[in-house]
């Protein structure tokens, strides 16, 4: 996606990844993850996250991880080259002698914050000699959609020489928002609930804050509107808004969503955590409409299992119209479709992304 033609080596052996596993789901995929020799970003991390509820007892969640880190766990011995708000350590980059560096515009491990410093990136990478390749990430999109992620699929497709199977996962993943969509699209305006992402982060709190917000203008935002056709109750601009007590409670949302925001967050803390007593009044509290979102740490440009957030948010909004389907089911048969693993493995990529509570939940 740099605009002009990349020559590439007719065998591509190493490969450095500078995003959040985007790439590396695709090798995975295509049995190719032992081409990467380097990756961008920590987010192969195994993470644990722990909250106190009101009487003292801790809850805690282990072992999550992003489904690529469980999937190939070798990725964690591999050398990062760089990290959020660091620059690319180019003299690692050189020793590693990659065939090809596939950047991902908008992923958390790069954000460049400028076209002047991405364009001195991509002179710098190019000065070395060492062919780049450009994904950019709905982040980066001129307006918040997933549309291009397709794209994003077919060029790496292309760059490995599985531009086929490429185009069938991309329209995979399409099909799922287009049955999505396609059950939601006669919702008439005044029965579309009022939906809220809201970011249970402690970052929030020690802001003087009870939660973070994401406007019209997010990606986050588009999922809501744009997939689910419900609305989003929070109408400012701007992601990762900290939004107070009060704030919330005016909005009142009918649905809630909870995000990965700097930590899991189970719909049991919005219940039970001591900080989130003064929520109780919610609506959607009372009525227990809140909904926890798969574990995604760094995943701001959205990667392939973007779809499970999609169907999430769309069941949460309209139970009825999706009351066929038991989502802890689907996104077993999603795991396999997208990764080719079996029922096992599937079901341990549901329970590393913490959503084995729709199991319970019977959602």
């Not at 596993?21 to 990756?39: A, T």
């Not at 991405?118 to 982040?139: A, F, M, R, W």
């Not at 066929?324 to 689907?330: G, N, P, S, Y």
């Amino acid at each position: 996606m740099r605009g002009r033609t990349v020559e590439l080596p007719a065998t591509i052996e190493r490969v450095v990844a500078i995003d959040d596993g985007f790439v590396e789901g695709l090798l995975y995929r295509w049995g190719m993850q032992d081409r990467v020799v380097g990756l961008g970003g920590t987010w192969v991390q195994d993470y644990t996250y722990a909250f106190e509820k009101v009487g003292g007892t801790t809850y805690e969640y282990k072992n999550g991880m992003n489904p690529v880190s469980y999937l190939i766990p070798e990725l964690a011995d591999l050398p990062v080259l760089v990290e959020t708000g660091t620059a690319i350590n180019y003299e690692t980059l050189a020793s590693l002698d990659p065939d090809v560096v596939i950047l991902r515009e908008g992923a958390w491990a790069f954000s460049a914050g400028s076209d002047e410093a991405l364009k001195k990136t991509i002179t710098t990478i190019d000065s070395l000699g060492i062919p780049l390749v450009i994904l950019v990430g709905p982040p980066f999109q001129e307006s918040p959609t997933i549309d291009h992620i397709g794209e994003e699929i077919r060029l790496v497709g292309e760059v490995f020489s599985h531009g086929e199977d490429a185009d069938a996962l991309a329209s995979y993943l399409d099909d799922q928002i287009k049955e999505i969509r396609k059950r939601t699209a006669d919702i008439p305006e005044s029965e579309k609930p009022r939906m809220m992402q809201l970011g249970l982060s402690p970052r929030a709190r020690q802001g003087g804050g009870a939660g973070m917000a994401w406007g019209g203008d997010t990606i986050e935002s588009y999922f809501i509107e744009n997939i689910a056709n419900a609305k989003n109750a929070y109408k400012g601009t701007g992601a990762f808004v900290v939004v107070s007590t009060e704030q919330i409670l005016a909005l009142d949302p009918d649905v809630i969503v909870l995000p990965t925001a700097q930590g899991y967050h189970p719909a049991s803390e919005l219940y039970t955590a001591p900080y989130c007593q003064n929520l109780q009044e919610l609506t959607a509290v009372k009525n227990r409409r809140v909904y926890a979102l798969p574990w995604t740490p760094f995943n701001w440009a959205k990667r392939l299992e973007y779809p499970i957030e999609a169907m999430v948010i769309a069941k949460a909004a309209y139970p009825d119209r999706f009351a066929d389907i038991q989502v802890h089911e689907w996104v077993l048969d999603f795991y396999q479709s997208v990764y080719g693993v079996d029922t096992a493995t599937a079901k341990e990529l549901r329970s590393v992304q913490w959503l084995d509570w729709m199991v319970e939940a019977g959602f």
